[in-house]
């Protein structure tokens, strides 16, 4: 076997990150030469699937200390690099900038929740479970507090938590293959999966570590080139985290005139008057349906006969498909319209605003969100198993520190930055293309525009495009980017290529936890305890290939929902595992009977919140009606607040009421605890 | 008793180290982000303090904790002897 520190790897990553520039220099000197942006698409494509498969392929093992946690002799710099990789998903790197974009401030909440809760790793958690020293967390449940329960409900917190998540992460593959490579969306989904499984199947966890650390390379550099390039357009200086503080000064200034346009204003209040609409046609239901009907009927008939174009024809008859055909259902669905005319019609925020400014109450209300999102967020990082069980592979417990140490500055590399191409996107934007004629945009709009993700209306017929007239979703800001600077196609094609490691490099990680989970904790540890090593391996692959392509399934659904859902895996990992990890290392009273049932309480108070709070009707169940009020107006994605405080009350109460702990558990404590000392 | 002893020693003192670092980590979190309409007013390489705080200042605070935190432990494990490192394979 491979003894990693006497291979020369620092110099092995050095070399490949070299090769990787000088790739993406020819593909940029052939694109001078007229090669098509097609071609570029498929060449960053198929190199990085075909890299990181030779790095899964050489990195097969049938080894089962080398399948689940890569022999533990992954040193902290790259184990550093791969948490780094396997925690920045899709999400982070194509939503994190735009999220900023669109909240300003609020959008800080998750720089803050996703970096600080490396803290609570560090300090808390990495060095006890490194000490521990299995494979998986259930294991470290099950060996804390007595046996099978704690294990069963651990699996199934992994599972529920991963499984959304690994879906997202390939909707995100999908999304990027048909983007920038033309494949259809349904090819790309299993493109995406052909590329997960190169990486993850054969090597298990030590091909995952070595291709995540390549796919780090790939995914900072892409991240970091386009902004790196506009901060020198914009202010002479590549270095984006220092210079755009001045930049978010002058969109102070742009915004200041902007909201105060009287055109801007206008427009607004338009949008509000058709919030005022919908909520008219909401009152007067069941008539105002069958009104609603005829109106866009007789419409499209006035349009045919005045000749007019084909597309707006198209446009009205696809309002009036898409109308509802029950009462109800149409209620759901003018009310989300209301709300989004009026989320428009409001007043605009500033970008350095914090907290809205409607009022005392609107601000408090808007502060206990945010606190309590980042409170959610950093909980959840310290409780997301693909994320801990990264800190089994380290040599050591000194290297399980260090390693954390490395984790946090490769992960900020990404997130101090995203808050700058928040700021240059905005001060672009708002300068060149708020204000300019509607007929005469850059062709990146109308790009953009044809899948959906930007889009204009030109609601005061002004034939100009005010700020509010502009919808754009928040993956939009860091794709476009190279586009919305006037750079070439190939860093375009670099950025669709850090994207896709970003969320391959994820998915391989949740697809082994969630393999591991079923088939050491549950196949070897429950069901059958005397099967042979070779077997186990045997019902790992397969489950891996099983869950694999169940996720490609639903993902290639386009379930709607499930990007939103991912901020809930957040909420259910830190109410189901954060308080039973943290009291299983330093209360010792704490035991089994406390410890399920605060996993249990925590995990259904968590999802209960959610689903009262999100949604009011579950058609396919036949129930309807279930919406509530938020306790405190905190909204369904900071869930986990209530769930973690139940969780930590729960196992207190519960375990103070019942026998304390064996004298085994407690010593299983000590010796997670201490370290053996000399002389002992 | 002696082992008893020492144990005790280097446990209360990655407690209170703990506890230390996790009351840092509970002020650039929370207590500035509570007072981020107050911070505004100050600036900071052209930020409003609060959003500094958010997008750079806490994030380097806690690079900077994690960091603190393995140097320290990993002295103490020094210090006090432990044995444990690169032969340690299960």
Not at chain 1, 380 to 387: D, I
Not at chain 2, 55 to 63: C, D, E, K, N, R
């Amino acid at each position: 076997m491979v003894d990693y520190t006497t291979v020369p790897l620092r110099r092995y990553y050095a070399f490949y990150t070299a090769g990787f520039f000088i790739f993406i220099l020819i593909l940029a000197f052939l694109e001078r030469h007229g090669l098509p942006p097609r071609w570029i698409g498929y060449s960053f494509l198929f190199l990085t699937i075909f890299l990181y498969a030779t790095i899964g392929v050489l990195a097969r093992t049938a080894s089962v200390s080398e399948y689940y946690v890569a022999g533990r002799r992954v040193p902290a710099i790259f184990n550093g690099m791969a948490t780094g990789a396997d925690w920045m998903s899709a999400a982070s790197f194509m939503g994190l900038a735009g999220t900023l974009y669109l909240s300003g401030y609020q959008g800080l909440a998750y720089v803050m929740g996703w970096t600080g809760g490396y803290v609570l790793v560090a300090l808390l958690l990495a060095p006890y479970l490194r000490r521990f020293g299995q494979f998986t967390i259930p294991d470290f449940l099950a060996a804390r507090y007595g046996g099978n329960p704690a294990r069963l409900v651990g699996v199934l917190a992994t599972v529920l938590a991963s499984f959304v998540y690994v879906v997202a992460q390939i909707y995100g593959v999908g999304l990027i293959t048909s983007r920038f490579v033309g494949l259809q969306f349904e090819i790309g989904v299993y493109v995406g999966l052909a590329g997960i499984l190169v990486c993850s199947f054969l090597g298990g966890m030590r091909a995952v570590t070595w291709t995540q650390v390549a796919q780090y390379a790939i995914l900072i550099v892409a991240y970091l080139v386009p902004v790196s390039i506009l901060s020198y357009q914009v202010t002479g200086i590549p270095v984006p985290q220092l210079t755009y503080g001045l930049v978010l000064q002058k969109v102070q200034l742009l915004e200041e005139q902007i909201f105060a346009d009287p055109a801007e204003i206008e427009a607004r209040r338009i949008f509000r008057e058709r919030a005022d609409g919908y909520y008219e046609r909401i009152l007067t239901l069941p008539e105002a349906l069958d009104e609603e009907r005829l109106r866009l009927a007789e419409q499209i008939e006035e349009l045919k006969s005045s000749n007019a174009q084909m597309r707006e024809v198209v446009a009205i008859e696809r309002e009036r498909r898409e109308l509802p055909t029950s009462s109800e259902a149409a209620k759901v669905y003018w009310e989300k319209l209301m709300r989004d005319a009026a989320l428009r019609g409001a007043d605009p925020e500033h970008h350095l605003t914090p907290y809205p400014s409607g009022g005392e109450e609107v601000s408090n209300t808007a502060r206990l969100n945010f606190l309590s999102l980042v409170f959610c967020l950093m909980v959840g990082t310290a409780a997301l198993p693909h994320v801990l069980m990264r800190y089994y592979t380290t040599p050591s417990v000194r290297e399980a520190r260090t390693s954390v140490f490395w984790s946090l500055l490769f992960i900020l590399a990404l997130y101090l930055t995203a808050p700058a191409y928040a700021a240059f996107a905005k001060y672009e934007i708002y300068s060149t293309l708020i204000g300019s004629s509607i007929a005469q945009l850059p062709v990146w709009v109308s790009a953009w525009g044809k899948i959906g993700l930007v889009s204009i209306e030109d609601v005061n017929g002004d034939g100009i495009l005010q700020l509010v007239e502009l919808a754009l979703n928040p993956d939009v800001i860091l794709l476009a980017t190279p586009e919305i600077a006037g750079l070439p196609y190939v860093i375009s094609g670099l950025v669709a290529a850090g994207a896709l490691a970003a969320a391959l490099s994820t998915a391989d990680g949740l697809l082994l936890t969630i393999a591991s989970a079923l088939s050491h904790d549950v196949y070897y540890k429950v069901y059958r305890p005397e099967a042979t090593t070779q077997w186990r391996l045997v019902v790992s692959k397969t489950l891996l290939l099983v869950v694999a392509v169940l996720a490609a399934t639903v993902a290639s659904q386009k379930p709607a929902t499930i990007l939103s859902m991912v901020a809930w895996a957040f909420s259910l990992a830190g109410a189901a595992f954060f308080p039973a990890l943290i009291l299983g290392v330093f209360w010792k009273r704490a035991n089994a009977a406390g410890a399920v049932s605060g996993m249990v309480i925590g995990l259904l108070v968590t999802l209960y919140y959610m689903v009262r709070v999100q949604v009011d009707a579950i058609p396919w169940l036949g129930i309807q009606g279930i919406g509530m009020e938020p306790w405190w107006g905190i909204q369904s994605t900071s869930a986990g607040v209530w769930g973690v405080a139940a969780g930590f009350s729960t196992i207190v109460v519960v375990s103070l009421c019942s026998q304390p702990p064996s004298k085994a558990t407690q010593d299983f404590v000590e010796s997670v605890r201490y370290p053996e000392l000399e002389g002992s | 008793m002696r082992r008893e002893h020492q144990h005790r020693n280097y446990w209360r003192r990655n407690l209170q180290m703990t506890a230390l670092l996790l009351a840092m980590w509970f002020a650039v979190t929370f207590v500035v982000s509570f007072f981020a309409r107050e911070l505004a007013e100050i600036t900071v390489m052209g930020f409003p303090l609060g959003f500094y705080m958010g997008a750079q200042g806490a994030p380097l605070v806690y690079l900077a904790i994690i960091w603190w935190y393995a140097r320290y432990m990993n002295q103490l494990d020094r210090q006090y002897g432990v044995r444990e490192g690169e032969a340690d394979d299960s």
